[in-house]
């Protein structure tokens, strides 16, 4: 912790922005020191091992300064040093919450150079498992949002649904965290028997506990005083910064890459008007705000439940793998293939010069994109806000180092 | 758009610094060691002017391309004299993307930043920056982002050499 003498009360003025209500004016009549402070690198609120540097002019923050690296593990140099099919176990780790979608990301760019034809059941098994792993994905994240900012209950809540997905993909694939399910060329493992049915169960299950989760946290009052009209992202903004997913919805962006760059079935899906996009319309407060990309991510659990309902309607048996060689040897060229994870745009760039191994593995993650925002949005508002628009980036720190 | 719309356009509204471009081909069936190139088309632009062009291709109503999705570089083999820098576009107006391409020699790693025309940019730069030992002119916060600041050379550099030691802890 290091203080400055110096008191700029114009970055006040400048950056923060009042309430109509004007429940920050006194804010800039206190007369006080600067203090640097440094939340992290292990605090609760990061979800990871990460540091913001914070500059506070009392309780107003006039500055943070995200260090990242903590977390570096090289993914990016190990692809370049291990064959095509041994990667696929490292891909599961940089999104740790969202195993299966970075499984996904990853065999679609190797697939795109390599030009071969998935089978169906594949594709239906790939979509229900992406989906599932969506919505515990957006279950850690609203259930530690509210966490952070004081609501136990729903986290505990929403931990139990969250352990029955993580039962059914242990049944279908043996793992609980870094699935490595999804392969180059399809799936693993077939569905054991009765799986299908117990995804049904989770399904209509799931459905009833949703409505606990709107009403116990979203509609809280709490919560809501919480995070309406905090961390403001206007339209701008977010394209500037290049956000993704909820972050870019939250914003009243319509643009989801599963119906604007349709892959895998999502098209067929799209047409049958299985799933919508939900958008933040700042119902709360103002739109963008952190409430808003809550909000979207609480919504989209819904929708992936009617994802997963539009492929159990429609899988059959068949082969669940297309045939590909022991060792791959993936056709020159280069491929860039990106699908919407739960955070955002997932990236792969690949690069093959026709061996064994790749030239280039390159992951563009949603977090390290959505977390830049933070140096922006942070400035102006109140040190105990600063939690509040930190969760609702919804970063995991295993992807924005990688 | 497809490819060939979107590189027609890009050529009729004269963006800045666009060299040509590079689409996938069939391998030739009487040479043997052509394997051909699969993937994605790409558009060649020079180094110096990137910013530009972006600036322009954002811009322009029938092009849109507003958001910068990724901003790389790679290193093709030890002995390649250049680097390449891969900058994946988005335009969500348009449902369309564009790969950008440039070629950087390794002798002289240096080009202008593009964090004034994206912001998201900045910390892309910065990534690619410290990895490939770019430097990136008029950056407006050129620290290292996930190396730690005293690190030594570039490492994701096919030539790259791997320290021993590490303030005291070996790296063997």
């Given at each position: 912790?290091?203080?400055?003498?110096?008191?700029?009360?114009?970055?006040?003025?400048?950056?923060?922005?009042?309430?109509?209500?004007?429940?920050?004016?006194?804010?800039?009549?206190?007369?006080?020191?600067?203090?640097?402070?440094?939340?992290?690198?292990?605090?609760?609120?990061?979800?990871?091992?990460?540091?913001?540097?914070?500059?506070?002019?009392?309780?107003?923050?006039?500055?943070?300064?995200?260090?990242?690296?903590?977390?570096?593990?090289?993914?990016?140099?190990?692809?370049?040093?291990?064959?095509?099919?041994?990667?696929?176990?490292?891909?599961?780790?940089?999104?740790?919450?969202?195993?299966?979608?970075?499984?996904?990301?990853?065999?679609?760019?190797?697939?795109?150079?390599?030009?071969?034809?998935?089978?169906?059941?594949?594709?239906?098994?790939?979509?229900?498992?992406?989906?599932?792993?969506?919505?515990?994905?957006?279950?850690?994240?609203?259930?530690?949002?509210?966490?952070?900012?004081?609501?136990?209950?729903?986290?505990?809540?929403?931990?139990?649904?969250?352990?029955?997905?993580?039962?059914?993909?242990?049944?279908?694939?043996?793992?609980?965290?870094?699935?490595?399910?999804?392969?180059?060329?399809?799936?693993?493992?077939?569905?054991?028997?009765?799986?299908?049915?117990?995804?049904?169960?989770?399904?209509?299950?799931?459905?009833?506990?949703?409505?606990?989760?709107?009403?116990?946290?979203?509609?809280?009052?709490?919560?809501?005083?919480?995070?309406?009209?905090?961390g403001v992202i206007s339209r701008e903004m977010a394209?500037?910064f290049?956000l993704?997913?909820?972050m870019l919805?939250g914003s009243?962006?319509?643009?989801?890459?599963?119906?604007?760059?349709?892959?895998?079935?999502?098209?067929?899906?799209?047409?049958?008007?299985?799933?919508?996009?939900?958008?933040?319309?700042?119902?709360?407060?103002?739109l963008g705000d952190t409430?808003d990309r809550?909000?979207?991510?609480?919504?989209?659990?819904?929708?992936?439940?009617?994802?997963?309902?539009?492929?159990?309607?429609?899988?059959?048996?068949?082969?669940?793998?297309?045939?590909?060689?022991?060792?791959?040897?993936?056709?020159?060229?280069?491929?860039?293939?990106?699908?919407?994870?739960?955070?955002?745009?997932?990236?792969?760039?690949?690069?093959?010069?026709?061996?064994?191994?790749?030239?280039?593995?390159?992951?563009?993650?949603?977090?390290?994109?959505?977390?830049?925002v933070?140096?922006e949005l942070?400035?102006?508002?109140?040190?105990?806000?600063?939690?509040?628009?930190?969760?609702s980036t919804?970063?995991?720190?295993?992807?924005?180092?990688? | 758009?497809?490819?060939?719309?979107?590189?027609?356009?890009?050529?009729?509204?004269?963006?800045?610094?666009?060299?040509?471009?590079?689409?996938?081909?069939?391998?030739?069936?009487?040479?043997?060691?052509?394997?051909?190139?699969?993937?994605?088309?790409?558009?060649?632009?020079?180094?110096?002017?990137?910013?530009?062009?972006?600036?322009?291709?954002?811009?322009?109503?029938?092009?849109?391309?507003?958001?910068?999705?990724?901003?790389?570089?790679?290193?093709?083999?030890?002995?390649?004299?250049?680097?390449?820098?891969?900058?994946?576009?988005?335009?969500?107006?348009?449902?369309?993307?564009?790969?950008?391409?440039?070629?950087?020699?390794?002798?002289?790693?240096?080009?202008?930043?593009?964090?004034?025309?994206?912001?998201?940019?900045?910390?892309?730069?910065?990534?690619?920056?410290?990895?490939?030992?770019?430097?990136?002119?008029?950056?407006?916060?050129?620290?290292?982002?996930?190396?730690?600041?005293?690190?030594?050379?570039?490492?994701?550099?096919?030539?790259?050499?791997?320290?021993?030691?590490?303030?005291?802890?070996?790296?063997?």
């Amino acid at each position: 912790m290091s203080t400055t003498d110096t008191y700029e009360p114009s970055i006040a003025q400048s950056k923060g922005e009042l309430l109509d209500s004007g429940e920050r004016e006194y804010m800039l009549d206190v007369r006080t020191q600067d203090m640097e402070v440094n939340m992290g690198p292990q605090h609760p609120a990061t979800h990871g091992v990460m540091r913001v540097l914070i500059r506070c002019d009392g309780e107003l923050v006039t500055g943070a300064q995200p260090h990242l690296g903590y977390l570096h593990r090289c993914a990016e140099k190990i692809g370049e040093n291990v064959e095509w099919l041994q990667y696929l176990p490292y891909t599961d780790r940089y999104d740790y919450l969202a195993a299966m979608n970075n499984n996904l990301g990853y065999s679609m760019a190797v697939e795109a150079l390599m030009g071969i034809e998935i089978p169906r059941r594949a594709m239906m098994l790939r979509t229900i498992c992406a989906e599932l792993n969506r919505i515990g994905s957006h279950l850690i994240a609203i259930g530690t949002y509210g966490l952070d900012i004081g609501a136990i209950t729903p986290f505990l809540y929403m931990f139990r649904e969250r352990e029955w997905m993580m039962a059914l993909f242990e049944k279908i694939c043996g793992a609980r965290l870094t699935y490595s399910y999804i392969r180059i060329g399809g799936v693993f493992n077939d569905a054991p028997p009765g799986w299908l049915s117990e995804v049904e169960a989770f399904c209509d299950t799931f459905e009833v506990k949703w409505k606990e989760y709107y009403d116990l946290l979203m509609q809280n009052h709490i919560f809501v005083q919480r995070t309406a009209n905090i961390g403001v992202i206007s339209r701008e903004m977010a394209l500037d910064f290049g956000l993704t997913g909820p972050m870019l919805r939250g914003s009243n962006i319509d643009w989801d890459l599963r119906r604007d760059t349709p892959y895998e079935l999502y098209d067929e899906i799209w047409k049958d008007k299985a799933f919508e996009i939900p958008l933040a319309s700042g119902e709360k407060g103002t739109l963008g705000d952190t409430w808003d990309r809550a909000w979207v991510r609480v919504m989209e659990m819904m929708e992936s439940i009617k994802i997963v309902r539009w492929c159990l309607d429609k899988v059959e048996p068949g082969p669940i793998i297309a045939e590909i060689p022991k060792t791959l040897r993936i056709p020159p060229g280069e491929a860039y293939v990106g699908i919407e994870n739960p955070r955002g745009e997932l990236g792969h760039y690949v690069v093959s010069d026709g061996g064994k191994i790749a030239v280039r593995c390159r992951v563009r993650g949603p977090s390290f994109a959505n977390l830049a925002v933070l140096e922006e949005l942070m400035p102006g508002t109140l040190l105990a806000d600063a939690i509040a628009i930190i969760g609702s980036t919804d970063i995991v720190v295993g992807e924005t180092d990688r | 758009m497809d490819f060939q719309v979107i590189y027609d356009r890009i050529r009729s509204i004269k963006a800045p610094g666009v060299i040509g471009c590079d689409e996938p081909r069939e391998p030739n069936p009487e040479d043997k060691k052509d394997k051909g190139r699969f993937g994605d088309s790409f558009v060649l632009v020079e180094p110096e002017r990137l910013p530009e062009f972006l600036e322009c291709v954002r811009d322009d109503a029938l092009l849109k391309f507003e958001l910068m999705a990724d901003l790389s570089a790679t290193d093709p083999s030890k002995d390649d004299e250049n680097l390449w820098i891969n900058v994946q576009l988005l335009s969500l107006t348009h449902k369309h993307r564009l790969a950008v391409k440039c070629f950087l020699p390794k002798a002289n790693p240096v080009m202008p930043t593009s964090a004034p025309v994206h912001r998201g940019a900045q910390w892309a730069e910065r990534e690619c920056g410290e990895m490939y030992g770019i430097t990136f002119e008029g950056h407006p916060d050129p620290r290292n982002i996930l190396l730690p600041e005293d690190w030594i050379g570039a490492p994701m550099r096919k030539d790259y050499e791997y320290p021993e030691e590490y303030h005291g802890i070996s790296c063997k």
